[in-house]
T-cell receptor, first 110, second 110 residues
């Protein structure tokens, strides 16, 4: 089983739609969780951290389900500029390797 | 602003050549990483380092080595480049939980 699994997509959604991505991880020792965003031909950048209680940043909401070992990202009122690949990243600690998911591609269409 | 720089954006080498990819970060981060990114496979960790002269294998270390003589510099070495090492190479450094990526080096091995 892969350490991190994501649906590669693409998810093609109209502007204004709500879209959700899930990510499952296999290592129960994972401690911290993140979503990164990667634009086409650019490097990944941190989008948001994911807390056990869930967290929201504007139109973006991230949730963590430790029991089922998955994290989710919800984007409301999609904008054209949200088009990117979203990478899921569970981490285990400062001196441990960091494994990225393969990413979910989102295309927001006018 | 954290800055991670990579020595080249594009590189073309021949099979059998020794290749050096350099990465420099300016924020005194302890952790540094080398990934390669290929379509459909996402980011795969080659090596990482959590201190000067320390290195740990990632998920795909075969055919690569690394060097970390100074805290700010992490080098990836392809001892004898092969065509299957044609890829986008991304370096990252880490502060706390967030990883900061360089712009990437697109390496083509002919």
């Amino acid at each position: 089983r892969k350490e991190v699994e994501q649906d590669p997509g693409p998810f093609n959604v109209p502007e204004g739609a709500t879209v959700a991505f899930n990510c499952t991880y296999s290592n129960s020792a994972s401690q911290s969780f993140f979503w990164y965003r990667q634009d086409c031909r650019k490097e990944p950048k941190l989008l948001m951290s994911v807390y056990s209680s869930g967290n929201e940043d504007g139109r973006f909401t991230a949730q963590l389900n430790r029991a089922s070992q998955y994290i989710s990202l919800l984007i409301r009122d999609s904008k054209l500029s949200d088009s990117a690949t979203y990478l899921c990243v569970p981490t285990r600690g400062s001196y441990q390797k960091v494994t990225f998911g393969t990413g979910t591609k989102l295309q927001v269409i006018p | 602003d954290v800055k991670v720089t990579q020595s080249s954006r594009y590189l073309v080498k021949r099979t059998g050549e020794k290749v050096f990819l350099e990465c420099v970060q300016d924020m005194d981060h302890e952790n540094m990483f080398w990934y390669r990114q290929d379509p459909g496979l996402g980011l795969r960790l080659i090596y990482f380092s959590y201190d000067v002269k320390m290195k740990e294998k990632g998920d795909i270390p075969e055919g690569y080595s690394v060097s970390r003589e100074k805290k700010e510099r992490f080098s990836l070495i392809l001892e004898s480049a092969s065509t299957n090492q044609t890829s986008m190479y991304l370096c990252a450094s880490r502060a706390g939980d967030e990883q900061f990526f360089g712009p990437g080096t697109r390496l083509t091995v002919l």
